[in-house]
């Protein structure tokens, strides 16, 4: 079970898994914004009480809410190809970064739609008629009204989605992808260091997530800066 | 490749023997993390100040890096730590026969504390400091305020965040079966593998996974509306 525990080691190999940072990061990003449109799309029927569709969106959030995201990782990696090969669509070459995208994108999809659902419902209906009263349009309405104080409400959510999200990225190395996590295991396979490479890690995706934390915390004060002093004291 | 439909209930019933590990690695550890959480909780609501600073960085380092972080570095760093002792001691312990499965549920504990820890401050923050300061006026002592008063407003008040953790716990330990262990994702890795059918024993773990969490939910539904049984009477 690996040698003696070598503290230096761990300066060592920050360095050499911070460059696969970006590949975590590529995750992060491009699964946040597929899941911002997918989440989108999946709130409209919720409000909106479409039939059906609102039953189908339920089912699906209630999914991916049962489920833990390795498992999901998983049904995306063997499920994909082999619904694809109806169709006779060969994705056995496609890189494993393209699933783990994907996966993690209709993951946060479900949680960003509950977000967005439950920030606009949250939203006074007095609001919406007032717009109307004065003459805007329903389209000025959500882009005016709606959206802005929607958006701050959602905001502490979103933050805590996307830092989750990042923590969830640490599983992509068990389809293979080789990002800060499967260079971790392949420098433990080269040194047998299994523990200074884990404190390694944890030590940066800690440093991300303080980092991502104060970004979003800025722009929630920001967000917040027309509301009065006894609300944003709370 | 074309899915095997009967297989997936196949894989179905042999995962189904997994479920008791799979509780196990979720409910102790949740049980032991609370304990954890009330605990740092207290401290971090005190007054120590350096005690504190280790209780605030505690909780912020174990929310701020993935389990599977903590699992590692229980299932490599303890090992070598209880290894030097029982040399240094001469204790007669064999480091290689205690079993996997303690080390992730004591990783998971200290997970599970650091966000209890959050869930039950928070719990206390919501009851007013009005309600506090009713009960010493009626002569209650801190121990009896913070039994009969804070306590069970907070618990009722965390109930939503407390169903919502152990949900998550029970998907977290789906990460041990990357330290072998045959729970749910474990099992059904095991059945895939046998039988190389990867996609339907998935299927039939997710199917499980989801069945269990809906029990949860329900439960804590009911849960929730027993305790707050006393708002609705005060409207």
New interface residues.
Partial sequence: MGKAFDFTLILEFIPTLVKYLGITLEILFFSIILGILIGLVAAIPKIFKIPILKQLVTIYISFIRGTPIIIQLFLVYYGLPALFNLFHIDLSRVDALYFVIITYAISNGAIFAEIFRGAILAINSGQTEAAYTIGMTPSQNFRRIIFPQALRIAFPNIGNSVIGSLKDTSLAFTIGVMDMMGRGETLIASTAHALEVYISLSIIYYAIVIIIENIFKVYERYLNRYQPDEISAV | ???DFPFIWTAFKEILKAIPLTLLLTITPLAIGFLIGLLVTWIRIGKARLIRLIANFYV??FR??????HI??IY??L??LINQLVHYFELPIET?KIPISLFVILALSFTAGAYFSEIIRSGIASVTTGQIEAAYTVGMNTYQVAKRIILPQALAQSIPNITNIV?GF???T??A??VSQTEI?GA?NIVASKNLK??EA??A??II???I??MIEMISHFIEKKAKSYISSAL
């Fill in positions: 490749m074309t899915i912020s380092f701020g890096t993935p389990a599977i972080m590692m570095i490599f760093g090992p070598i290689n949900v029970l998907h977290t789906s990460i079966f990357l994702t059904a990867f996609l998935f299927i773990a997710g996974y989801w069945l969490t809906l």
